[in-house]
């Protein structure tokens, strides 16, 4: 069976930085589009970022596509958010997601989009 783990939450200052982690375990996920979503305290699940498979293209919502940077590692079947100079916004639930078939050429950033999803991991934000 496809699980997705989230790691890496806590808590951090703003302007620091932190690294999420998310390991998939089942299948090699080579071919997934694989991508971040974060749900805040009383506010819906949002896209964060999306990373596809082959060369690894990313694509991010305008929020955060300045501080946020996608990575993923086939070897290890990972896939990484780096998260840097943090604002209390950014306090929020993050999920990692994946999606088994794509289109290389269109955006997914609805959460029905994807097929499976992880537990989350809480990041805090606050001095």
């Known amino acids: 069976q496809d699980q997705l783990t989230e790691s890496g939450g806590g808590w951090g200052q703003p302007g620091g930085s932190l690294r999420l982690s998310c390991v998939v375990s089942g299948r090699p996920f080579n071919n997934w589009l694989m991508a971040w979503f974060r749900q805040a305290p009383g506010k819906e699940r949002k896209f964060v970022a999306a990373?596809?498979?082959?060369?690894?293209?990313?694509y991010y919502a305008d929020s955060v596509k300045d501080r946020f940077t996608v990575s993923r590692d086939s070897a290890i079947n990972t896939m990484y958010l780096h998260v840097n100079n943090l604002k209390p916004e950014d306090t929020a639930v993050y999920y990692c997601?994946?999606?088994?078939?794509?289109?290389?050429?269109?955006?997914?950033?609805?959460?029905?989009?994807?097929?499976?999803w992880g537990q989350g991991t809480q990041v805090t934000v606050s001095s």
């Open positions: 990373i596809s498979s082959g060369l690894s293209s990313t």
């Open positions: 997601a994946a999606k088994t078939s794509y289109k290389i050429d269109s955006t997914y950033t609805q959460i029905s989009d994807y097929d499976y």
